[in-house]
T-cell receptor, first 114, second 112 residues
């Protein structure tokens, strides 16, 4: 299994600012993903972070709002840009291997936008 | 398009009784199915998966799940519930594009 850490664990930000969330995996993984979760609710996939190429975004999410980096096989960042209170949520990083493997999840970043 | 349905928002079970958390799925091709658990203020923990083989899959913490292709279901079960099993449970399916799609979650309450 993979162990995933995220930084920061939580933050309170002002409207209009940006926050970058870091995700570190303790082993090389093929695929990394970013999800958003409202407390107690389901997960919504934001994008797949591709190593060496642009991230693949899901419907309703755009690169200008959620730029993602994936410089190597163990690290990714998600930036939440020009934040509004509607961006307040838990952001989860996950990683997985080939099609037969489960995904492993980081502990999440709880973001509050004032 | 692939999807997962968890028809129950909440399930209440007395400690020591068997529990079932329901999940149905829709996916093109062979389904890869998963169950995850989320404890308060924690990330998701993997419980078990079905890829192929036996329809009854055993996982962590004494949980098991039964894959039923004809009913497109993958219900989570445990023979004897513990209070510590109280948490939010997610069923998930991986489709041909390798993305995992999660159900809306079922909150399990185990009553002492």
């Amino acid at each position: 299994s993979a162990v995933i850490s995220q930084k920061p664990s939580r933050d309170i930000c002002q409207r209009g600012t940006s926050l970058t969330i870091q995700c570190q995996v303790d082993s090389q993984v093929t695929m990394m993903f970013w999800y958003r979760q409202q407390p107690g609710q389901s997960l919504t996939l934001i994008a797949t972070a591709n190593q060496g190429s642009e991230a693949t975004y899901e419907s309703g999410f755009v690169i200008d709002k959620f730029p993602i980096s994936r410089p190597n096989l163990t690290f990714s960042t998600l930036t939440v840009s020009n934040m509004s209170p509607e961006d307040s949520s838990i952001y989860l990083c996950s990683a997985g291997g080939d099609s037969y493997n489960e995904q492993f999840f980081g502990p999440g970043t709880r973001l509050t936008v004032l | 398009a692939q999807s997962v349905a968890q028809p129950e928002d909440q399930v209440n079970v007395a400690e020591g009784n068997p529990l079932t958390v329901k999940c149905t799925y829709s996916v093109s091709g062979n389904p890869y199915l998963f169950w995850y658990v989320q404890y308060p203020n924690r990330g998701l923990q993997f419980l078990l998966k079905y890829i192929t083989g036996d329809n009854l899959v055993k996982g962590s913490y004494g949980f098991e799940a039964e894959f039923n292709k004809s009913q497109t279901s993958f219900h989570l079960k445990k023979p004897s519930a513990l209070v510590s099993d109280s948490a939010l449970y997610f069923c998930a399916v991986r489709g041909i594009d390798d993305k995992i799609i999660f159900g809306k979650g079922t909150r399990l309450h185990i009553l002492p």
